[in-house]
Structures are given as structure tokens and as C-alpha cells.
């Protein structure tokens, strides 16, 4: 019995399943991950505002946070707290870090980690 290749064309059934969950996986990652890249970049956008802000220098530690939180309140920013966010304010020096980072279950035990840096220096020190 001879078998002819050229007539052995496409996936088999286990292919054609493995594509498909490999596909629905990615799918699935991008669907989770995708929210928060989002809300990341409403916490960047707070802080553009703030850095570009006409008096930032002369602005208490104090006042800085207040200004930043009220804009995360504004834009519904997510998972962003003042225990997250890092003022160095000097009379003409502003500094100001967020660190945080989110972790998103996806399937059982099986969870994605996601960590964030952002911030700005504004004066010299």
C-alpha cells in the first residue's frame, strides 16, 4: 500500500486543538492585561499634569499628593494609593515616584504580575 503526501494536507484533530487553545490563551492574556496597562496610563497622564503644572516647585509634599490623588480620583485610577507614591519636596525641587504593581489572576493558580515605575524630578537639587 503506497501513501501518496501530496494528498496529506492540513492539521490533525490534537493540532487543531492546541491551536486553538494556544490562540484562546493569548486571547485570555491580553483580555487581563490590557485594563490595566489603561489605568497605568491614566496614572502617567496625572503625573504629566502635575509635572507641567506652573508652580510644582513651590508646592508642599502635602499638596503635590493631594493634587495627584485628586486627579487618580478623577480618572477612576485603580490599585494607586498614597502608600504608593514617594514626594521629595525641597524649595525648588519637586521628586516624585510611584512604585506599584498588579497581579492578576488568570486560570486556577495561575496569575500574572505586572510592575510599574513612574515619576518625575522638577528643579535642581
Known sequence: MQHSFQKQR?????????????????TML???IGPIYFNHSKVVNALK????????????????????LKRFDMNYVEHVTGDN???KAQPGYVKVDIDYERVEPMVGNLSVLVEFH?????GGQ
Open 10 to 26: 492540513g492539521l490533525t484533530f490534537i493540532s487543531l486543538v492546541l491551536l486553538l487553545g494556544l490562540i484562546a490563551f493569548f
Open 30 to 32: 491580553v483580555l487581563k
Open 49 to 68: 499634569a502635575v509635572e507641567q503644572s506652573t508652580d510644582i516647585s513651590s508646592q508642599s509634599r502635602d499638596q503635590i499628593m493631594t493634587s495627584l
Open 85 to 87: 507614591i514617594v514626594i
Open 118 to 122: 513612574e515619576g518625575f524630578e522638577v
